[in-house]
């Protein structure tokens, strides 16, 4: 995998090639797309560690390879390699297959940050208390102290062990030029648009 810049564009397509058959046709549905007028696609070919044999990296490289056939056509396009659900334990074995990574920390959710942590989130993210209205929302969101508190209590260790996770991955491969994506939704109830708000702002912390 080469360490170009990365960034994920407006639109963004994820495609699953895990037995390097099926990339070659999924990828001439995104030139299609671009054909149309609809730019910056972004192929990612997507494994996931916790799998078995047909899912080690040496098969999605092989898929990636299938992936970047198409050539000049896929200029307009990013095409990534995906490790699905990577973890501080595993994610080594993807360096060299993969340039996007999803973080998996769902079971880190509910594991009470210090309360100290706690606070200081809650000072940083004073600015945010009050009645917010978010673009694309047909509903005003009210957000109070207690609020984040809760959520910061819930949400907070699952985002510093994301930060360790994409600290690790840019050691080794370099600022910018992975895509990183975080894996918190998998869990036994839906996040609500303020607890998702309150998550990116401490992910941006």
Known sequence: MDHRDLKLGKYSVGIGDRFAHQ????????????????ESYSGMEQIEPRA???RLPACLDAASRQCRRPGAQLEAAVVSANADHITLQTFGRFLDACDYYT??????????????????????????LGRIRLDGADD???IKPETVRQTA?????????????YRAIRAVKGEGKFIPEISMDETDSAQSPVELLLILAAIAD
């Open 23 to 38: 990339a070659k046709a999924q990828l001439q549905a995104c030139v299609q797309a671009l054909a149309s007028g609809v």
């Open 52 to 54: 078995r044999h047909h």
């Open 103 to 128: 973080i998996d920390v769902a079971e880190f959710i509910g594991q009470p940050a210090p309360e100290g942590e706690i606070e200081s989130f809650g000072n940083r993210s004073a600015k945010l």
């Open 140 to 142: 005003a969101f009210e």
């Open 153 to 165: 209590r819930k949400y907070l260790t699952a985002v510093r062990k994301a930060g360790e996770v």
